[in-house]
């Protein structure tokens, strides 16, 4: 039990997993729909193997509208949850990326906020749990459910609900799309990568590419620097406000407007002496030497204690210490980190070729001895191959976006594969079927101080659907009260400088959450909201005059600092490389 609700919670800090809203709780079941109905017969054996079928069908109203839901088990333990609108069907179908390690069905739609064919109930979707439940936290310790997780499960989640489509139809979807962040991100890749004929568009956020370094190592370093000797953390949430008014004032004006944002984090290198501590003194609105250190070693990330070599595209970016709160830094010094339970899911059942289910983070070596054991499995989990030549060739169009103030995921990681792309393919040819945009204040996958609500989904169907390649797209203001997922408030940034909203309830117990009935969510923008223009990468938003929470006054200019190389032990990941 104890195992389940620390995932749970993991899940939920992470962003990986929402709780639906009340507002789009489903109504009891419908009178069924004989199509509907009809398609408890289908055989998915073709799809994956013997056995595999649809479990049930049943007609439900979600967001106001009727959709066959249909739930289908692929063999051997993959579950997919297929909605096919019962009117006004657009001819599109959407697959919902999977957060954190899954486990479980979510239909929570993000980086598509008010797009009109998804609040119109016009577009098919599905989701999966990738092969494995929630309970299950050493599913690694079966290959074949390590398989499905790595890449087999979204693909031929695909595969069966396309089946659905047509025989509910009558015929087959017009357009495909995938849609995720996080992992669901990493998968957005594998798609594009290794099955470049199953989505005609895709949109990969914040995506935790590097999935080993990652989570084996990034996160493990994490929660060690912010452990002292005695076991309680070095820095608590109390000191991150101070930390954060330090950097923010240092750097705010990297870009021109003063408005509590850092749009070029590349460029800001605070020196952090203006908070420090006078000797034997400490307190919240300072911070001591070993503080201070603990800091720096933060943003750095993991590096080889011999060589001092990078073991990971980078850390978190200044700008972001407010979402470390809940991920590497507790609000007490004597709770747990969540950084030290995500990295060890990983490293005692997903990270090498035999499991370790007795492993403790104090096992973990910071060397390149430890990062080669971590090779063997990266053609397996990770999502870094810049040769999207098939997926190109086949028409697919590829928007990969990152918030950058994500603590979780280093925003370097999709700029460093952006440009890899460039360099494998060439940067005209990248720039025919892709885009990378950055936004400002965002933390990971959703909420934070900047713009966070976005649209990405309708510039996709344009560009895949009338071939209108995107360019600016507006970012908007989340309400004050609502959340990202680390259970810190997002929305704007109150007077203090802390950012303002309530806190997430307490979480329900993991009976309650496998029972909870499916429910539909898609953001809406709030009439009223700022917004701010975001622009392909290397190009950003700059301010020149006027109400500043207006689009039309920002324009492009780019990025004053835009690296042609991340040197890190696994930059060669960054290269062709066969799929395992």
Not at 25 to 31: G, M, N, R, T, V
Not at 107 to 124: F, I, S
Not at 416 to 445: I, T
Not at 471 to 481: H, I, L, M
């Amino acid at each position: 039990m104890f195992a389940s609700i620390a995932r749970i919670s993991i899940m939920l800090l992470l962003g990986w997993l929402t709780l639906p809203a009340s507002a789009s709780q489903p109504s009891a079941p419908l009178q069924d729909n004989p199509a509907c109905t009809a398609l408890t017969t289908t055989d998915l054996s073709a799809v994956a193997g013997v056995g595999s079928h649809v479990l049930s069908t049943a007609s439900q109203s979600l967001n106001g509208a009727r959709y066959c839901v249909v739930q289908s088990r692929l063999m051997p333990a993959i579950t997919v949850t297929t909605l096919l609108p019962e009117e006004g069907w657009t001819g599109r179908y959407m697959q919902i990326g999977c957060g954190g390690l899954c486990g479980m069905i979510g239909m929570n739609v993000g980086a598509a906020a008010g797009c009109a064919p998804l609040t119109q109930n016009g577009v098919a979707m599905a989701a999966t749990d990738m092969g494995h439940s929630m309970q299950e936290v050493d599913f690694g310790k079966d290959p074949q459910k390590r398989r499905d997780f790595a890449d087999r499960a979204q693909h031929l989640a695909a595969v069966a609900s396309k089946a659905l489509i047509r025989q509910f139809y009558g015929k087959p979807a017009r357009w495909s799309y995938f849609n995720g962040c996080s992992d669901g991100g990493r998968e957005a890749l594998i798609a594009a990568q290794r099955y470049p004929d199953d989505f005609n568009g895709i949109i990969a956020g914040a995506a935790a590419m590097n999935f080993l370094a990652q989570n084996a190592l990034y996160h493990a370093w994490q929660a060690r620097t912010n452990t002292g000797s005695d076991g309680r953390a070095i820095l608590t949430a109390d000191l991150l406000p101070v930390l954060h008014q330090s950097v923010v004032a240092q750097c705010d004006g990297l870009d021109g407007q003063k408005d509590g944002l850092i749009a070029e984090p590349q460029a800001c290198h605070p020196d952090l002496q203006s908070i420090r501590c006078p000797a034997g003194e400490a307190g919240k609105n300072c911070l001591t030497d070993l503080q201070i250190k603990t800091v720096q070693r933060l943003y750095d990330g993991p590096r080889d204690q011999q060589s001092g070599e990078r073991m990971t595209v980078g850390g978190p970016l200044p700008g972001s210490e407010l979402a470390w709160i809940g991920v590497f830094v507790p609000r007490m010094a004597d709770q747990p980190l969540m950084s030290a339970q995500a990295s060890l899911a990983v490293l005692r059942y997903l990270a090498f070729e035999q499991t370790k289910p007795d492993f403790k983070l104090s096992d973990l070596t910071f060397d390149r001895a430890t990062f080669d054991k971590l090779r063997a499995l990266h053609p397996l989990y990770d999502a870094t191959n810049p040769d999207l030549s098939a997926f190109a060739k086949a028409g697919g169009k590829l928007i990969i976006w990152h918030g950058l103030a994500d603590p979780h995921i280093s925003p370097l990681n999709s700029i460093a594969y952006h440009q890899a792309v460039g360099k494998q393919m060439g940067e005209a040819q990248r720039d025919s079927f892709e885009r990378l945009y950055l936004l400002p204040g965002v933390y990971h996958c959703s909420g934070g101080e900047g713009p966070s609500l976005v649209d990405f989904m309708t510039p996709l169907m344009n560009w895949v659907e009338q071939g209108r390649a995107p360019d600016t797209v507006v970012s908007w203001q989340a309400p004050k009260d609502d959340h990202n997922g680390f259970g810190q408030p997002g929305g704007m940034q109150g007077k203090s400088g802390k950012p303002a909203g309530k806190a997430h309830g307490k979480l329900p117990p993991p009976d309650a959450m496998s029972d909870h009935p499916l429910a539909l969510r898609i953001d809406s923008v709030p009439h009223g909201s700022a917004g701010r223009p975001v622009y392909p990468y290397p190009y950003r938003a700059a301010y020149r005059s006027g109400d500043p929470a207006q689009p039309a006054n920002y324009q492009r200019v780019k990025v004053s600092e835009v690296p042609t190389r991340y040197p890190w032990l696994g930059e060669e990941f960054f290269t062709p490389y066969s799929a395992l």
